[in-house]
């Protein structure tokens, strides 16, 4: 049960006292005013979904899978990154399935998901 219909349940019960009423329907004003609030996507996500397309585009292009230096170098739009921020971009797209991540010596090499 969530804390909505706990609060109009308690509402139910005591209909008949004003006070009581008034303070729970300010309550369940609260908890719709903070549950309905719409997150919007930040400044940085926005752009990282641009350079995500941009990576699994490059990707699809090259036929070997790459490592985070090499995409560094050769997608121009990523150059000013830092390792970590591309790391985190690979991060999402693996867990999405979008990208896979294989080692070799212990380097993450990224390739398109078959």
Known sequence: MTKKEMYAE???AVINNEEMVAFIDHEIELLNRKGGSSKKPTKTQVENDAYKATIVEYLTTVDA?????DMQVEIADISGLTNQRITHMLTDLVKAGTLVKEYVKKTPYYSIAA
């Open 10 to 12: 308690i509402r139910n």
């Open 65 to 69: 899978p790459k490592t985070i230096k």
